[in-house]
């Protein structure tokens, strides 16, 4: 076993000082003592910090409340096209869920076509949405336990770039920790 760290001086020029001491080439397997012993006069403040991996497999991994799937129908166009996107939620418990967000994200350079929004709308698949410039809010007030729902959004390119497009999640507006998430994708505008 390697040695245990000397001591460290505090005088009172250096009182203030920030001291870190790794301490983990001196760790073994099992229960571990660490010991902080002070000569003198007055007081320390200090902190014992401990870290460790648990691979993600491992974990204990549970079924998450929702299901979004957030796709492009393509993801190469030119300035002026307008590309769709496909958005396919669910609601994976056997309970219904009251208030439910979607949160599109937007890509750079894109605008949301409106119409489309307004129709879902009127047909009651959506209760509303809020517009911003790189999100679409779409508010959903209830979803049965096992309820599906499919949007096809059009956005238009203005711009010419590559771009990726926001994360993209679902979540109940009441319980927020009740979430999943539809990760970025690039798109390039010509």
Do not use: H
């Not at 870190?20 to 012993?37: A, L, T, W």
């Amino acid at each position: 076993m390697a040695k245990p760290p000397n001591a460290i001086e505090i005088t009172p020029k250096y009182s203030d000082l920030f001291r870190q001491i790794d301490v983990s080439k001196f760790i073994q397997e099992g229960d571990n003592e660490v010991q902080i012993e002070l000569e003198g006069e007055g007081s320390l403040l200090y902190q014992v910090v401990g870290k460790y991996y648990t691979p993600w497999r491992e974990g204990k991994e549970q079924d998450p409340p929702f299901a979004i799937d957030v796709q492009y129908d393509r993801a190469e166009l030119r300035r002026n096209d307008t590309v769709t996107c496909l958005v396919k939620a669910k609601n994976a418990r056997p309970a219904r869920a009251e208030m439910v967000m979607i949160d599109i994200g937007v890509p750079p350079g894109f605008r949301v076509e409106k119409p489309t929004l307004d129709e879902y709308v009127d047909e009651g698949t959506i209760a509303k949405y809020t517009l911003m410039t790189r999100q679409l809010l779409i508010y959903i007030e209830s979803m049965d336990g096992g309820e599906s729902i499919e949007l096809e959004i059009p956005m238009k390119a203005t711009l010419p770039m590559v771009a990726k497009a926001p994360e993209s999640k679902i979540y109940e507006y009441y319980n927020p920790e009740n979430e999943n998430v539809s990760f970025p994708q690039e798109l390039k505008v010509e």
